[in-house]
């Protein structure tokens, strides 16, 4: 949850976020011992099913029991039992919508996670193809690293029919999607290039946390962060980082997440004893960030990581006066069809993206929905899950195709791969309107 808060806490209107009755406090899922205990979750469940009415796994997917099972109610048959985690529990696409539609608080993606993460640990063929390619697609960050050594010849062998063919066939990782794009220069490399920060103040200072995909696929989302930030008289800091553990959360593979926590928290923690607040451009990160960190990780500094943790729009709001800024100012925009991540929405800010840039003259933007885009990070990328994944997204396309403009706009990079990939539409980042119109000399976008 965003700084402690639930959705209906959080008040842009205020100096800060609020906080109140229901103020996020962690569960210990799983206890030391080998005797799970989850009364502290399931007990609060009293199986009214609003969490299974509000999965969109469960409304395209009949065989998928929902989270209401997966969380409290396996529970409850592993406390009695002592059965195996049921394995369903990989049909979950870690969308977390069920946490902000639980009238009760059960901590139901806490729950989700730790059941996922025993089941890959303790039930998962090692050697199994579906394992091999959870793996691959969890460590996200490691391909991409190598992929942008050669990014020109990576783009080529990535998209190449034969090759992803034969990924399809060996791994499951469906051909019906175009990968990504390698930037020729990653986001890291053009802050090295340009000597840091252009902006020193003690004072005002931010931790960039730009996730893998910002890094490697899309550095002008980085780029327009930090020009942002900067136009406001921040000094952007940019500590060294791993993944956030998003997409290793997603496939249970909780020891490399951890791995990659220990590297964030330990930097994020410095940054932070400087004076500086954590600024993410992916909603995705800046959840994992808050919520599943504390929630799944006992490391130290953690806690300090998830108070001081900020979507970078939502920063801008609490701290400046964003909409001021921008009252006045115009752009020469396409019309944009805004969708709001589901990890937006879980953080309580699935309406600021519409409401800030509707300050900009020239640009019109339209909200097409409350709908998942399906995608769920690399959930859609999995052959087997790839029609649910466009079914899933068809009413998110539907709106999207009705809508006036012909970009997309969302703050979550497999959204926007969804996104275009349903509709054929350039998908743009609100920070990159933004900068658009608090920055640019050439207002027109490329």
């Not at 199986?47 to 997966?70: L, R």
Request: proline share 6%; hydrophobic share 30%; with cysteine.
């Amino acid at each position: 949850m965003s700084d402690a808060e639930t959705p209906d806490d959080y008040d842009v209107t205020d100096d800060e976020p609020t906080t109140g009755d229901d103020e996020f406090e962690p569960v210990q899922v799983f206890p030391e011992s080998e005797d799970m205990d989850l009364r502290p979750g399931s007990d609060d469940c009293y199986k009214c099913s609003t969490c299974d009415t509000n999965c969109p796994v469960a409304e395209v997917d009949d065989d998928f029991p929902g989270p209401k099972f997966q969380g409290p109610e396996q529970w409850r048959l592993k406390r009695k039992d002592d059965h195996d985690i049921d394995e369903s529990i990989q049909k979950c696409s870690n969308c977390m919508r069920c946490d902000s539609a639980c009238p009760s608080e059960v901590p139901l993606s806490q729950m989700h996670n730790t059941a996922r993460g025993s089941f890959v640990e303790n039930q998962m063929d090692k050697l199994s193809p579906e394992y091999i390619r959870n793996r691959i697609l969890s460590n996200y960050r490691t391909s991409a690293w190598l992929a942008s050594k050669v990014p020109r010849l990576s783009n080529f062998m990535m998209n190449f029919g034969p090759a992803r063919w034969v990924m399809e066939k060996t791994l499951g990782v469906t051909a019906e999607r175009d990968f990504p794009e390698f930037a020729e220069e990653t986001f890291r490399e053009w802050w090295v290039d340009r000597g840091g920060a252009q902006v020193q103040n003690p004072d005002k200072r931010v931790a960039y946390f730009h996730g893998c995909y910002s890094n490697y696929n899309t550095p002008e989302v980085g780029k327009a962060m930090v020009e942002v930030f900067e136009e406001f008289g921040y000094e952007v800091m940019v500590p060294d980082q791993g993944c956030s553990g998003t997409p290793m959360f997603a496939n249970g593979m909780l020891d490399d997440a951890r791995r990659h926590a220990e590297t964030n928290v330990e930097n994020l923690v410095a940054a932070i004893g400087e004076g500086a607040d954590v600024i993410a451009s992916c909603t995705s990160c800046s959840l994992s960030l808050r919520q599943e960190y504390p929630e799944l990780f006992d490391i130290h500094g953690i806690e300090d990581v998830s108070e001081h943790t900020y979507e970078a729009l939502e920063y801008l709001r609490i701290h400046e006066d964003l909409e001021g800024e921008l009252e006045g100012s115009e752009v020469d925009f396409p019309d944009l069809a805004y969708h709001a991540p589901c990890h937006a929405r879980n953080q309580g800010l699935d309406g600021q993206a519409i409401e800030v840039v509707d300050r900009i003259d020239g640009v019109e933007a339209e909200d097409v929905g409350d709908s998942c885009s399906g995608i769920s990070g690399t959930y859609g990328w999995k052959a087997e899950k790839y029609d649910l994944s466009m079914e899933i997204g068809e009413e998110m396309f539907e709106h999207m195709e009705s809508a006036e403009g012909d970009v997309g706009m969302t703050e979550c990079p497999t959204c926007a791969m969804q996104m275009g990939h349903g509709t054929g539409y350039e998908i743009r980042h609100p920070l990159e309107v933004l900068e658009a119109a608090l920055v640019s000399e050439d207002t027109t976008p490329a």
